[in-house]
């Protein structure tokens, strides 16, 4: 397997658990949105690389 993969995926689970955190947590936004956009350009760096990523993939995450 390739390990960008599962890289991928374990990002894309903090993401939106950080998103849905937030977005029960109002009061939280500040502390903890520079840690989900650090999550985020990870996601996008990745994307940027492996640029065959379909939509689903993106979105959704690979399946292992």
Known sequence: ?????IEYNN?????YHGCFYLENNKDEWDKY???LLDILNKMEEIIFKHSNMTNDEIL???II
């Open 1 to 5: 397997m390739e390990d960008y993969k």
């Open 11 to 15: 990002l894309l689970k903090r993401y």
């Open 33 to 35: 949105i520079p840690l």
């Open 60 to 62: 959704n995450g690979f």
